[in-house]
């Protein structure tokens, strides 16, 4: 039987952008003050950017989880949706490392295991839903370059 369209949906927006709120709460003081002093590559995004690819890329990763969490046997669902929470925590910890501790070093060791956790899932979604697997594709690529800036923001501040 089918598990409930819509109450399982709002679920995981909930616990996805309550995770993105903590995170944005470690971030809010940092951003206008002690980021804006940092030296960044040349490529490094405009500050407007970051809130609409988050924003977006929180509604894809819900919607992915949820997907998952619908069309998959009940274990395998499980152990990817324990998954799915640990990089929601690895996420928001990430912003308090960078932003709320203002300590890039830390955050971009942290960032590579949180990559580690998201190409995990990745494999995890392929083999139970491609449209999961392809709303979940941006939100890697994303970090992927994010991590490359920590780690370049990081080294040009050292």
Sequence with gaps: MAKSKFPGLLGFLGATFAAGAIGSAATFTSVTTWYRT????????????????????????????????RHSEARAARRTLILFGVQLALNTIWSVLFFGLRRPDLAFVEVIVFWAVLVALLVR???????ATALWAPYVAWVSFASVLNGTVWWLNR
């Excluded at 979604?125 to 449209?131: K, Y």
């Design 125 to 131: 979604f392929w083999h139970a839903d491609r449209i």
């Design 38 to 69: 940092l030296h960044k590559p040349a490529w490094n995004p405009p500050d407007w950017l970051f809130g609409p690819v988050w924003t977006l890329l929180y509604v894809f990763m819900a919607v992915a989880a949820w997907r998952v969490w």
